[in-house]
């Protein structure tokens, strides 16, 4: 499998990371899977609520579970197709907690991968060459497998996608907390029951 990320879910994910050098930034990567040509294409990268610390970062459960139920009901087609995180000066790895939540990810959507990045460098020097992430998968032996990846150039799809994800930053940061409490009310599903449809609408390959 290859990754296929396009431009504005790059720029969201290193601008989240960005955000916060002293402590881990986690969000969900949002997209859909090519099987002809195996290739998981990332579209989006949102983020939301977390607890985070210099070494640890944790998405909220309601995120996932809101994204989910906001996907099926706005963007027919996208899914949930993995997570980013930083790791602010400290290289680019899944560390053993990291491993966990990629193996729960692949349980909901096997093709699901994990985007470190490390934003420290390219915070002070502003280069591109600075810019550091890597995309990772777990292969069936449970190897940490880097995956290959490449900047989306086809025309209509970044346009799709840049359209599609400007709107989401509205959703997850713009919009006043009574927005986003209202989104809240809607999803009255608990985690376990995010994962059990996934799972139905997912079935393990
Ligand atoms: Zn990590």
Redesign the pocket.
């Known amino acids: 499998m290859r990754v296929r990320i396009y431009p504005l879910a790059l720029g969201k994910a290193v601008k989240y990371s960005l955000m916060d050098l002293e402590r ?1 930034v986690a969000g969900l990567l949002i997209g859909r899977y090519e099987k002809k040509q195996d290739i998981l294409e990332i579209w989006d990268a949102i983020s939301g609520n977390q607890k985070s610390s210099s070494a640890f970062v944790a998405l909220d459960e309601e995120v996932m579970a809101i994204t989910f139920e906001w996907l099926s009901q706005e963007r027919p087609g996208l899914n949930i197709v993995g997570w980013y ?1 930083s ?1 602010p000066g400290f290289d680019l790895f ?2 053993t907690i ?1 491993i966990e939540t990629q193996k729960r990810y692949q349980m909901m959507f096997p093709k699901a991968v994990a985007m ?1 990045i490390d934003p420290l460098k390219y915070a002070e020097t502003r280069k591109l060459a600075d810019l550091k992430f890597k995309i990772f998968h777990i292969d069936r032996q449970g190897r940490i497998v880097p995956l290959r990846v490449s900047i989306g150039i086809h025309r209509t799809k970044v346009i799709e996608s840049t359209i599609k994800g400007m709107d989401t930053v509205d959703l997850f940061y713009i919009q006043p907390p009574e927005v986003q409490e209202e989104y809240k009310q809607k999803s009255t599903d608990t985690l376990t029951d995010v994962f059990k449809k996934l799972r139905k609408k997912f079935p393990p390959l």
């Open positions: 881990e995180h790791h899944l560390s990291d470190v």
